[in-house]
């Protein structure tokens, strides 16, 4: 069964700090990423994904996640962090032609002004 | 559009109690489906259904069961509370391509006592 792992559970930065939030799947075929953000006390929304070509996706907020085939990878970045990125961020899989995600547990960013 | 409704947004039961959580959407997606969130866990899906009167177990049905009797509603009924079933519940929904992004509803938030 596929399962993505998110190896940063917790993370604290300050802002202007840069960001880089782990996400790895087990799936060999192909996929399809996303990542997706909660906001304290809000629903979970897009930020992000990738379906094909250009391995470099950008997103809302300045956000953007690169894949790594060979790594089975899809790490999000944001080069300056700010206290509204405070967030929870999930990371989905979507293998072969599934339409059902697999979601990682969730990283914790708590970003200090 | 609303997108994802969900109701209540709390609830306190008792345990053996039951109840219903209600999830509608207004954007005609097939794919519906329910998560509960709890800290460290993640996103787990519950049930999840393709379409009207088409219903399926996710990784943790026990305790819960789901009809999809239009392609708009998709309620989750707790037959039996639990306090093991104190979480927050989310529902989903979208297409069933394998890039459709999923949205949200705003969570209901279930306390077992």
């Known amino acids: 069964a596929q399962s993505v792992s998110q190896h940063n559970h917790h993370v604290i930065l300050s802002e202007a700090a840069s960001l880089e939030l782990g996400c790895n799947y087990s799936?060999?075929?192909?996929?399809?990423l996303f990542w997706y953000v909660q906001y304290p006390g809000q629903h979970l929304q897009l930020l992000l994904k990738?379906?094909?070509?250009?391995?470099l996706v950008k997103g809302i907020k300045g956000f953007e996640a690169e894949f790594i085939k060979s790594k089975f990878s899809f790490n999000l970045r944001k080069p300056s962090v700010q206290w509204s990125d405070t967030a929870e961020y999930f990371c989905?899989?979507?293998?072969?032609?599934?339409?059902?995600?697999?979601f990682g547990r969730g990283t914790s960013l708590i970003v200090h002004p | 559009n609303a997108g994802v409704t969900q109701t209540p947004k709390f609830q306190v039961l008792k345990t053996g109690q039951s109840m219903t959580l209600q999830c509608a959407q207004d954007?005609?997606?097939?794919?519906m489906s329910w998560y509960r969130q709890d800290p460290g866990m993640g996103l787990r899906l519950i049930h999840y259904?393709?379409?009207?009167?088409?219903?399926d177990q996710g990784e943790v049905p026990n305790g819960y069961n789901v009809s999809r009797s239009t392609t708009e509603d998709f309620p989750l009924r707790l037959l039996s509370a639990a306090p093991s079933q104190t979480s927050v519940y989310f529902c989903?929904?979208?297409?069933?391509?394998?890039?459709?992004?999923?949205?949200f509803g705003p969570g209901t938030r279930l306390l077992v006592l």
């Open positions: 989903a929904s979208g297409g069933i391509v394998k890039q459709e992004t999923q949205y």
């Open positions: 799936y060999g075929g192909t996929v399809n």
């Open positions: 990738y379906f094909s070509g250009d391995p």
């Open positions: 989905a899989v979507n293998e072969g032609g599934s339409y059902i995600p697999t």
């Open positions: 954007m005609n997606h097939e794919y």
């Open positions: 259904s393709v379409g009207a009167g088409i219903t």
